[in-house]
């Protein structure tokens, strides 16, 4: 309700149970595509479940007996999620010669940046082009 | 000496935000075009993807991007499979790009920060999407070589294009030994099918 730590210049950052395992040396595990959820890891997987059992709102649905409050939570996000990034997943879908990995590719790409609180985009990897090349 | 240190500095930076800035006002010449023949509801589908794949081949860095891409591949293919695999890798990502900015034509956009990176050479153009339920952000990494600018990569929610085009294309390599002769044929198949996609 109020944010007095953006004040002293702490902004908000993204957290779940996955990125503290990986700060705490967790390996990722193999790789996994979930239903609703999509992709993901066994150590995100183990995550994303101590995620949902302490979140505040569903341990009160749960206690009130709403239990059905968790997978409409869980199912409005997920869509909400995906509306943000449509045209992209459209497009890496039409067009890719191996959807899999091209979503496998972007995922560990996108948790990174979570793990390591980089949003911004000047901070991912460059790639080694040579434009003498062209 | 403290004078001259400070006019160093300032002539310093002024030349990177000159920089910043000429590549910022090249793109959005460059997006506009390519919005613009989105807009343009006279035009057919098929025109419309030619002006798009003109202004993508001739701006993005589509011979270096498509080197990388192959990995190891690359060294191990003959001349003529890299000369046709630049070609066909080039339609694809004019494919790629074209679709997402189909999307981006019906709403509003803004070029924002734009940076120089002295180390790399490269300027980092960030451009705000503005959706219905918020915005999102797509960096341009644009590098100048002989007086003009190339794209070398697109960034959207740190998820490098590049890079996961060269996972996917590695991951469909190591499936047919590293032959970029296979890849070609399977290439030209996956175009045609994207391409069918966009014109219909």
């Known amino acids: 309700m109020i944010d007095v730590a953006e004040k002293i210049g702490l902004e908000q950052q993204q957290e779940d149970f ?6 705490w040396g967790i390996g990722d595990g193999f790789y996994i595509v979930l239903p609703i959820f999509g992709p993901s890891n066994i150590r995100d ?6 995620t949902y059992v302490t979140d505040p709102v569903n341990a009160y649905a749960i206690s009130e007996n709403e239990e059905w409050i968790l997978p409409a939570r ?17 497009a890496l879908r039409n067009n890719s010669i191996d959807y899999y990995a091209a979503v496998r590719s972007s995922y560990y790409q996108n948790r990174k940046a979570a793990i390591l609180n980089i949003d911004d985009n000047s901070q991912t990897p460059l790639p080694l082009i040579s434009i003498e090349f062209e | 000496m403290k004078l001259f240190s400070i006019i160093i500095f300032f002539i310093f930076f002024n030349t990177q935000q000159i920089s910043a800035n000429e590549a910022s006002n090249w793109l959005k010449k460059e997006i506009d075009i390519i919005l613009n023949s989105y807009k ?19 701006n993005f860095a589509g011979a270096g991007i498509a080197k990388f891409v192959a990995g190891d591949s690359w060294v191990l293919a003959n001349k ?15 494919l790629n790009i074209s679709s997402m900015m189909e999307g981006y034509s019906h709403q509003k956009y803004q070029l924002k920060n734009t940076d120089f990176d002295s180390h790399s050479k490269v300027s980092l153009i960030e451009m705000e999407i503005y959706h219905d339920n918020g915005s999102l952000t797509v960096t341009w990494r644009v590098k100048k070589s002989k007086e003009r600018y190339y794209i070398i990569d697109l960034l959207v929610a740190n ?5 996961t085009k060269r996972s996917e294309f590695n991951s469909m390599l190591k499936n047919i030994n590293n032959s970029l002769e296979e890849l070609n044929i399977l290439l030209e198949q996956q175009n045609k099918i994207s391409y069918d996609k966009i014109i219909n």
């Open chain 1, 18 to 23: 996955g990125q503290t395992l990986a700060t």
């Open chain 2, 159 to 163: 998820i490098s294009l590049v890079i």
């Open chain 2, 40 to 58: 343009n509801t006279n035009m057919s589908k098929e025109t419309r993807f030619l002006i798009v794949e003109d202004t993508i081949n001739y």
């Open chain 1, 74 to 90: 869980t199912a409005t996000n997920a869509l909400d999620q995906r509306s943000r990034i449509i045209d992209e997943v459209n």
């Open chain 2, 80 to 94: 003529e499979n890299k000369k046709k695999y630049i070609k066909l890798f080039k339609r694809h990502l004019a």
């Open chain 1, 45 to 50: 997987t183990a995550g994303m479940i101590l």
